[in-house]
């Protein structure tokens, strides 16, 4: 079973900023958070990881909580190609990454 | 960037035929992983390689078998295609080297089988 939690779906207007929570309450010290997102027909695609420190890049932010509890990954200015399924997952365990069913994230003009 | 890549995006095989499903990746990554991604029930490994001739089980395993004689490919096959094996399947690979799974996964677009 997966070990996030995530809204089933999320709207957000084209321009605006897009934040996906996720709930991690049992997640461990070695494991890192990682969020993966999948458009329609596609395979997962990378888009950012962090431990416990938030994390930038050219796609998106990450905040974690200072008790690692949760996650959210912020989508600065969110386009119409955004429109995906979210994942956020939880690496270091094992090799094997547990998705769980994501958030459907619709962005709309 | 990183590519990986599957041999066909859609795929209609008979019950009971053999099928050879490929993944190839050209960044010389030592982690290559098979996944199928069923509506409601997310991704789940099937098998996953950490090196050349090596394999391990994921969590369903049954009715499939892999192959990696090469660093860049590696190979799944269904022995005895069944419906129930209607899926898409997803391969990824990893650089390796890391302990734990502490790695990006890069995926490929993904095979869509039609088993009838």
């Known amino acids: 079973d997966a070990k996030t939690t995530q809204p089933t779906s999320m709207d957000c207007a084209e321009g605006r900023a897009a934040n996906l929570p996720c709930n991690h309450s049992t997640i461990s010290g070695n494991e890192y958070v990682y969020w993966y997102r999948q458009i329609h027909s596609q395979g997962p695609q990378y888009i950012i990881h962090g431990l416990k420190n938030n994390e930038t890049n050219e796609m998106a932010s990450l905040i974690i909580t200072e008790d690692r509890k949760s996650s959210t990954l912020i989508l600065p200015h969110a386009t119409l190609r955004d429109t995906a399924v979210y994942y956020c997952v939880l690496q270091g365990g094992s090799e094997k990454l547990v998705f769980g069913k994501g958030t459907k994230l619709t962005v709309n003009p | ?116």
């Not at chain 2, 890549?5 to 209609?12: M, P």
């Not at chain 2, 960044?27 to 509506?39: A, K």
């Not at chain 2, 409601?40 to 090596?54: A, C, E, H, N």
């Not at chain 2, 022995?79 to 995926?107: D, V």
């Open chain 2, 1 to 116: 960037d990183v590519k990986v890549t599957q041999s066909s995006r859609y795929l209609v095989k008979r019950t009971g035929e053999k099928v050879f499903l490929e993944c190839v990746q050209d960044m010389d990554h030592e982690n290559m992983f098979w996944y199928r991604q069923d509506p409601g029930l997310g991704l789940r490994l099937i098998y996953f390689s950490y090196d050349v001739k090596m394999k391990e089980k994921g969590d369903i395993p049954e009715g499939y078998s892999v192959s990696r004689e090469k660093k860049e490919r590696f190979s799944l096959i269904l022995e005895s295609a069944s419906t129930n094996q209607t899926s898409m399947y997803l391969c990824a690979s990893s650089p390796g080297g890391l302990a734990g799974g502490r790695e990006t996964q890069y995926f490929g677009p993904g095979t869509r089988l039609l088993v009838l």
